[in-house]
Protein backbone atom coordinates (compact mmCIF):
# COMPACT_ATOMS: atom_id res chain seq x y z
CA UNK A 1 0.00 0.00 0.00
CA UNK A 2 0.90 3.70 0.25
CA UNK A 3 1.29 5.24 -2.94
CA UNK A 4 0.90 8.24 -4.60
CA UNK A 5 0.66 9.19 -8.29
CA UNK A 6 1.06 12.79 -10.19
CA UNK A 7 -0.51 13.95 -12.95
CA UNK A 8 1.19 14.81 -15.57
CA UNK A 9 4.29 13.55 -15.43
CA UNK A 10 6.05 16.13 -17.70
CA UNK A 11 4.16 19.31 -18.85
CA UNK A 12 5.46 22.03 -20.93
CA UNK A 13 4.02 25.20 -21.47
CA UNK A 14 4.61 28.59 -22.74
CA UNK A 15 5.58 31.45 -20.80
CA UNK A 16 2.51 33.27 -19.24
CA UNK A 17 -0.01 30.03 -19.18
CA UNK A 18 -0.62 27.98 -16.02
CA UNK A 19 -0.12 24.80 -15.05
CA UNK A 20 -1.72 22.57 -12.81
CA UNK A 21 -0.42 19.23 -11.37
CA UNK A 22 -2.34 17.10 -9.29
CA UNK A 23 -1.30 14.81 -6.72
CA UNK A 24 -3.46 11.82 -5.30
CA UNK A 25 -3.00 9.20 -2.73
CA UNK A 26 -4.26 5.99 -4.09
CA UNK A 27 -5.00 3.85 -0.98
CA UNK A 28 -5.13 5.57 1.86
CA UNK A 29 -6.15 9.06 3.22
CA UNK A 30 -3.89 11.85 3.50
CA UNK A 31 -4.47 14.52 5.63
CA UNK A 32 -1.54 16.16 4.94
CA UNK A 33 0.20 16.59 1.75
CA UNK A 34 3.28 18.61 1.05
CA UNK A 35 4.65 20.14 -2.19
CA UNK A 36 8.29 20.35 -2.52
CA UNK A 37 10.24 21.55 -6.06
CA UNK A 38 13.58 19.82 -6.76
CA UNK A 39 16.40 21.67 -9.63
CA UNK A 40 18.89 19.44 -11.68
CA UNK A 41 21.44 17.66 -9.70
CA UNK A 42 19.77 19.76 -6.54
CA UNK A 43 18.11 18.95 -3.24
CA UNK A 44 13.87 19.40 -2.37
CA UNK A 45 12.58 22.40 -1.09
CA UNK A 46 9.42 22.57 0.29
CA UNK A 47 7.19 24.71 -0.87
CA UNK A 48 3.94 24.56 0.86
CA UNK A 49 2.42 22.14 3.40
CA UNK A 50 -1.46 21.16 2.02
CA UNK A 51 -4.02 19.92 4.83
CA UNK A 52 -7.57 18.94 4.05
CA UNK A 53 -10.11 21.69 4.33
CA UNK A 54 -8.25 24.53 4.87
CA UNK A 55 -5.63 27.04 3.28
CA UNK A 56 -2.28 25.89 2.56
CA UNK A 57 1.15 27.00 4.94
CA UNK A 58 3.86 28.25 2.44
CA UNK A 59 7.26 28.29 2.93
CA UNK A 60 9.11 31.63 3.49
CA UNK A 61 10.25 33.07 0.06
CA UNK A 62 6.99 30.77 -1.76
CA UNK A 63 4.95 33.20 -3.84
CA UNK A 64 0.86 32.06 -2.52
CA UNK A 65 -0.28 33.72 -5.39
CA UNK A 66 1.57 32.14 -7.65
CA UNK A 67 1.65 29.06 -6.76
CA UNK A 68 -2.01 27.99 -5.65
CA UNK A 69 -2.48 25.14 -3.62
CA UNK A 70 -6.01 23.11 -2.85
CA UNK A 71 -6.63 20.35 -0.88
CA UNK A 72 -10.26 19.64 -1.52
CA UNK A 73 -10.64 15.92 -0.41
CA UNK A 74 -7.99 13.54 1.29
CA UNK A 75 -6.82 12.37 -1.67
CA UNK A 76 -6.12 14.77 -3.70
CA UNK A 77 -4.28 18.17 -3.59
CA UNK A 78 -3.40 20.26 -6.71
CA UNK A 79 -0.52 22.79 -7.44
CA UNK A 80 -1.04 25.08 -10.03
CA UNK A 81 1.17 27.41 -11.30
CA UNK A 82 0.02 30.50 -12.30
CA UNK A 83 1.77 32.99 -15.20
CA UNK A 84 4.91 30.51 -15.19
CA UNK A 85 7.86 31.82 -16.54
CA UNK A 86 10.92 29.96 -17.52
CA UNK A 87 12.78 30.25 -13.85
CA UNK A 88 9.86 28.00 -13.16
CA UNK A 89 10.73 25.16 -14.48
CA UNK A 90 12.02 22.42 -12.01
CA UNK A 91 10.62 19.56 -11.06
CA UNK A 92 7.56 19.60 -8.59
CA UNK A 93 7.07 16.97 -6.49
CA UNK A 94 4.63 16.30 -3.45
CA UNK A 95 4.33 13.86 -1.09
CA UNK A 96 1.53 12.54 1.36
CA UNK A 97 1.22 11.78 5.42
CA UNK A 98 -1.65 9.69 6.27
CA UNK A 99 -1.86 6.75 9.07
CA UNK A 100 -1.17 4.04 6.51
CA UNK A 101 -1.76 0.29 7.56
CA UNK A 102 1.32 -2.19 7.26
CA UNK A 103 1.34 -5.39 8.24
CA UNK A 104 0.73 -5.45 11.67
CA UNK A 105 1.02 -1.58 12.41
CA UNK A 106 0.52 1.79 10.99
CA UNK A 107 2.62 4.04 9.62
CA UNK A 108 2.53 7.80 9.92
CA UNK A 109 5.40 8.51 7.33
CA UNK A 110 5.41 10.45 4.32
CA UNK A 111 5.17 9.12 0.69
CA UNK A 112 6.70 10.47 -2.32
CA UNK A 113 4.82 10.64 -5.86
CA UNK A 114 6.59 10.39 -9.45
CA UNK A 115 7.22 13.85 -9.31
CA UNK A 116 6.25 16.27 -12.31
CA UNK A 117 8.97 17.84 -14.58
CA UNK A 118 7.34 21.29 -15.70
CA UNK A 119 9.59 23.30 -18.70
CA UNK A 120 8.26 26.62 -19.35
CA UNK A 121 9.30 27.86 -22.85
CA UNK B 1 13.75 27.52 9.98
CA UNK B 2 15.82 24.10 10.77
CA UNK B 3 18.90 23.16 8.12
CA UNK B 4 21.14 20.01 8.46
CA UNK B 5 24.48 19.65 6.75
CA UNK B 6 25.20 17.07 4.63
CA UNK B 7 28.56 15.57 3.42
CA UNK B 8 30.00 14.66 1.35
CA UNK B 9 28.20 15.94 -2.11
CA UNK B 10 29.71 13.18 -4.64
CA UNK B 11 31.50 10.17 -3.95
CA UNK B 12 33.14 7.68 -5.92
CA UNK B 13 33.79 4.43 -5.51
CA UNK B 14 34.86 1.30 -6.52
CA UNK B 15 32.10 -1.05 -6.80
CA UNK B 16 32.49 -3.35 -3.45
CA UNK B 17 34.07 -0.32 -1.43
CA UNK B 18 32.19 0.88 1.42
CA UNK B 19 30.42 4.16 1.30
CA UNK B 20 29.25 6.35 4.28
CA UNK B 21 27.35 9.78 3.80
CA UNK B 22 26.74 12.39 7.28
CA UNK B 23 24.61 14.51 8.27
CA UNK B 24 24.90 17.02 11.20
CA UNK B 25 22.41 19.62 12.54
CA UNK B 26 23.01 22.46 15.37
CA UNK B 27 20.02 21.89 17.34
CA UNK B 28 18.84 18.72 18.52
CA UNK B 29 16.71 16.43 16.52
CA UNK B 30 13.12 14.86 16.99
CA UNK B 31 14.06 12.31 14.28
CA UNK B 32 16.04 11.84 10.89
CA UNK B 33 14.69 10.38 8.27
CA UNK B 34 16.94 8.84 5.19
CA UNK B 35 15.59 8.46 1.55
CA UNK B 36 17.19 7.34 -1.85
CA UNK B 37 16.56 9.19 -5.41
CA UNK B 38 17.29 6.98 -8.35
CA UNK B 39 18.50 9.28 -11.30
CA UNK B 40 15.38 10.37 -12.94
CA UNK B 41 13.17 9.26 -10.23
CA UNK B 42 11.70 10.52 -6.40
CA UNK B 43 12.72 10.10 -3.26
CA UNK B 44 12.39 6.76 -1.72
CA UNK B 45 12.15 6.52 2.16
CA UNK B 46 14.56 4.44 3.60
CA UNK B 47 14.26 4.60 7.57
CA UNK B 48 13.52 7.35 10.09
CA UNK B 49 16.00 7.48 13.33
CA UNK B 50 14.19 8.42 16.62
CA UNK B 51 15.85 7.42 19.73
CA UNK B 52 19.27 8.53 20.80
CA UNK B 53 22.38 6.36 19.84
CA UNK B 54 19.98 4.04 17.46
CA UNK B 55 21.31 2.17 14.97
CA UNK B 56 19.33 0.14 12.28
CA UNK B 57 20.00 -2.22 10.00
CA UNK B 58 18.64 -2.83 7.04
CA UNK B 59 20.98 -5.72 4.63
CA UNK B 60 24.33 -3.80 3.75
CA UNK B 61 22.81 -0.10 4.84
CA UNK B 62 23.08 0.80 8.80
CA UNK B 63 21.79 4.13 9.77
CA UNK B 64 23.15 5.51 13.21
CA UNK B 65 21.69 8.73 14.89
CA UNK B 66 23.99 10.14 17.37
CA UNK B 67 23.82 10.54 20.90
CA UNK B 68 23.03 13.69 21.21
CA UNK B 69 20.74 13.45 18.41
CA UNK B 70 22.31 16.22 16.12
CA UNK B 71 24.02 14.17 13.51
CA UNK B 72 23.65 11.10 11.88
CA UNK B 73 24.68 8.41 9.28
CA UNK B 74 24.24 6.30 6.59
CA UNK B 75 26.95 3.54 6.03
CA UNK B 76 26.48 0.97 2.99
CA UNK B 77 28.67 -1.81 2.91
CA UNK B 78 30.44 -3.40 -0.28
CA UNK B 79 28.59 -1.48 -2.26
CA UNK B 80 26.98 -2.58 -5.73
CA UNK B 81 25.78 -1.11 -8.47
CA UNK B 82 22.58 -1.14 -7.45
CA UNK B 83 22.85 1.56 -5.12
CA UNK B 84 23.35 4.37 -7.21
CA UNK B 85 21.44 7.27 -6.77
CA UNK B 86 21.68 10.61 -4.34
CA UNK B 87 21.13 9.90 -0.64
CA UNK B 88 19.51 12.71 1.72
CA UNK B 89 18.96 12.61 5.36
CA UNK B 90 15.52 14.96 5.92
CA UNK B 91 14.81 16.68 9.35
CA UNK B 92 11.40 18.27 10.53
CA UNK B 93 11.14 21.49 9.59
CA UNK B 94 9.76 23.33 12.60
CA UNK B 95 6.79 25.68 12.91
CA UNK B 96 4.07 22.59 13.80
CA UNK B 97 3.93 21.36 10.62
CA UNK B 98 5.74 17.94 9.44
CA UNK B 99 7.17 18.70 6.26
CA UNK B 100 11.02 18.41 5.92
CA UNK B 101 14.06 19.84 5.26
CA UNK B 102 16.75 18.42 3.59
CA UNK B 103 19.97 17.84 3.17
CA UNK B 104 22.08 18.64 -0.16
CA UNK B 105 22.54 15.46 -0.60
CA UNK B 106 25.28 12.84 -1.62
CA UNK B 107 25.48 11.44 -4.99
CA UNK B 108 27.24 7.98 -5.41
CA UNK B 109 28.83 7.09 -7.92
CA UNK B 110 30.39 3.25 -8.43
CA UNK B 111 32.58 2.85 -11.30
CA UNK B 112 32.80 -1.41 -11.72
Known amino acids: GAVVSQHPSRVICKSGTSVKIECRSL??????MFWYRQFPKKSLMLMAT?????????EQGVEKDKFLINHASLTLSTLTVTSAHPEDSSFYIC?????????????????FGPGTRLTVT | GQQVMQIPQYQHVQEGEDFTTYCNSS?????IQWYKQRPGGHPVFLIQ?????EVKKQKRLTFQFGEAKKNSSLHITATQTTDVGTYFC????????????FGKGTHLIIQP
Open chain 1, 95 to 111: SARGRVRLAGSHSYEQY
Open chain 1, 27 to 32: DFQATT
Open chain 1, 50 to 58: SNEGSKATY
Open chain 2, 27 to 31: TTLSN
Open chain 2, 49 to 53: LVKSG
Open chain 2, 90 to 101: AVPSGGGADGLT
